[in-house]
DNA sequence: TACGCAAGCATTATCGATTTTTTTGGCATT
DNA sequence: AATGCCAAAAAAATCGATAATGCTTGCGTA
């Protein structure tokens, strides 16, 4: 019989792991912005060692999401309603750029991964599914996929990241008023899909500003720290 | 007699040396592009433990100098001629963006911020001093300073940092060629302390697109992996 | 009472050793 | 000659312990 190679304990590193796990945590508001991350707390609450844990955190930094203290320690990156504003302002921007690059670039695969990962952004979103906020990322994304700028991509990528936080923080009011987002969404879609430069970037950046326009909103009652 | 408090043993920590040692060595090419990072080599070079050389070289990842690849170790961000392009592209795009911003708000501190790094800048090059090459991106900087917008004045950094690279790495021809860089810097300065931003942004931007004319000639010529 | 100082405590930072994983090189088989 | 398999070596990842550092509290003094 085949001698079965040893599987490995996991397919990824405790690195990696605790790496998402505490950017999960920053980002849905689990851990509150300004808090102080110790890293014995952490050991304790997610089984592993300090060393994965010190280099999660130190990734998270690059992230914009962690703090590095030198010497002393790390904290969750603080929030504030400039630093929201500032978050929207950069995103419409480079959004903007990455959106019009891509469709200038257009290609058929391109525009099928974009008919794609709207597919199943809709359909996590009728099935109320764990994942539609990672669908939902994975949407927009990939609008901006083929703009042939890697650094570009993560700019926006991370500035996405840093954005939803705060729509965590506003709490779940976000879940009733609904808008017509679908409809959004499909719109920018289309014009995209169209090649129709102007529509796509006008419908995206509206998109943001309502959005971000009604998270101001928000913030103003609930206190952010 | 007064107690003196004892002396730390260093005045930062053995992850900000490393940190700073390494990006240093990555910027300037005595690392090469693509280079594997093995973690023993660099214990021995730089006569540090694991862990700092571990974290450092996490947080170089932030800023695009090094690839991370999990379970198989680190290596120095490769090069291309794209992404020199991509860089050069971006850089144009974002310090527009942030120098337009820098001089709506312009104050009298913030323009004399711009004066005396620009006299640095001036007085470390004709000392033919060590430093001329943190001054220079601190005059450009200051420049973007006043943008009031932390993370894109962040994203200008690392781009800066990315785009100093393929200058070591054309080689000391640039240092000839000096073009009248110091003219180009001079009415970029005064410009953007007379409020003028159209004349500022476009000295800066033909600023970088002529080195950047000059640089992908040299590319071509040295092979960059 | 307010201030400065110092000891004790909490926490971070670092090291050295161990465990896992990947890579390499040789050998047998086709 | 090429392919696949295994064992040995190299390297990365992780752990547990220790050293360094920053913070807090309580005491003595003015």
């Known amino acids: 019989m085949r001698?079965?190679?040893?599987?490995?304990?996991?397919?990824?590193?405790?690195?990696?792991?605790t790496y998402l796990a505490l950017r999960r945590l920053i980002v849905i508001?689990?851990?509150?912005?300004?808090?102080?991350l110790k890293i014995e707390g952490l050991r304790a609450k997610l089984h592993t060692g300090a060393s994965p844990i010190r280099e999660a955190l130190s990734l998270l930094t690059s992230d914009n999401l962690v703090e590095r203290i030198d010497q002393r320690g790390f904290r969750a990156a603080p929030t504030s309603q400039a630093n929201?504003?500032?978050?929207?302002?950069?995103?419409?921007?480079?959004?903007?750029?990455a959106l019009r690059m891509s469709i200038a670039n257009r290609s058929e695969a391109w525009e099928e991964d974009v008919v794609l990962s709207h597919h199943r952004m809709v359909r996590a979103k009728s099935r109320g599914d764990e994942d539609?906020?990672?669908?939902?990322?994975?949407?927009?994304l990939a609008l901006l996929e083929n703009?042939?700028?890697?650094i570009l991509l993560k700019f926006c990528s991370q500035l996405y990241d840093l954005n939803i936080r705060y729509r965590y923080l506003a709490g779940s009011a976000l879940n009733y008023k609904q808008r017509?987002?679908?409809k959004e969404h499909e719109g920018i879609m289309n014009a995209a899909i169209a090649g129709d430069v102007e529509a796509?970037?006008?419908?995206?950046?509206?998109?943001?500003?309502?959005?971000?326009?009604?998270?101001?909103?928000?913030?103003?009652?609930?206190?952010?720290?």
């Not at 500032?86 to 959004?95: Q, S």
């Open 3 to 17: 001698q079965e190679t040893i599987q490995p304990v996991s397919d990824t590193s405790a690195t990696q792991r």
């Open 29 to 36: 508001g689990d851990i509150k912005p300004g808090e102080k």
């Open 84 to 97: 929201f504003e500032e978050i929207l302002a950069l995103r419409c921007e480079l959004e903007d750029m």
């Open 132 to 140: 539609f906020e990672d669908m939902h990322k994975a949407f927009h």
């Open 147 to 150: 703009c042939n700028s890697p």
């Open 180 to 182: 017509d987002v679908s």
């Open 200 to 225: 796509a970037c006008e419908q995206l950046l509206n998109h943001y500003r309502k959005t971000g326009a009604f998270l101001v909103g928000l913030l103003d009652e609930a206190d952010l720290a």
